[in-house]
């Protein structure tokens, strides 16, 4: 199976065009109430209609009442949904659309323990913490996932070809590490980078 690459807190039309030309698995609009690129519902609605049916659109959200899920479905348009608190499965499952379910790594992983909490995730997101920008110890990786798996956390051009080659996971995810002195202000050269490395090292290069 193909690598999946996720680029995630994107807030410009220009942004979304490079990784629609790029060919990436999925976008991440922000929803969450304490980021820096959480969207209106208008601007979101505007880059979810650019991106139909070119990319998957994940709504990300954190602890987040489940109206304001709803709204962002109905009025913006959403393929996926992304938690990154402390939402059980019945509240990930209960909006009917795919999900992943965030997960902050400070220790071993127990795999085995996520997945018979959340049965019905479409995969799981190890993360050292939402929005952080840093790295979890490599180390913590689950040595043989049962399911799919996607890396997030301090990943970069610089460091995700070493990550794939290591982890070997279902997919990785990006925001701060392809942006350039703004937040929520992405660099096409740094995405562009990221996704060629990504690439070459699932593909054994």
């Not at 109905?74 to 393929?79: H, P, Q, Y």
Request: charged content about 25%.
């Amino acid at each position: 199976m193909a690598l999946k690459i996720k680029i995630c807190g994107i807030t410009r039309s220009e942004d979304l065009e490079v990784l629609m030309r790029l060919k990436v698995d999925a976008v991440g609009l922000m929803f969450a109430e304490s980021s820096p690129r959480r969207l209106a519902l208008e601007d979101a609605r505007r880059l979810s209609e650019q991106a139909q049916g070119r990319i998957a659109r994940v709504g990300v959200f954190a602890d987040a009442k489940p109206a304001a899920v709803w709204t962002a479905i109905d009025e913006v348009g959403l393929d996926a949904l992304q938690f990154h608190g402390q939402e059980d499965a019945a509240c990930c499952s209960a909006f009917g659309l795919p999900y992943l379910k965030a997960v902050r790594v400070s220790g071993a992983v127990d795999e085995a323990a996520l997945r018979q909490g959340y049965p019905d995730a479409c995969a799981l997101l190890l993360d050292a913490g939402a929005g952080g920008g840093q790295a979890f110890d490599w180390r913590h990786w689950p040595a043989n996932p049962s399911g799919r798996c996607m890396l997030a956390g301090g990943l970069g051009p610089d460091n995700v070809g070493r990550a794939v080659r290591l982890l070997r996971p279902w997919g990785v995810d990006v925001s701060s590490k392809v942006e350039g002195t703004r937040k929520g202000v992405k660099d096409a050269e740094k995405m562009t980078e990221f996704v060629t490395e990504a690439r070459r090292a699932a593909a054994g290069e």
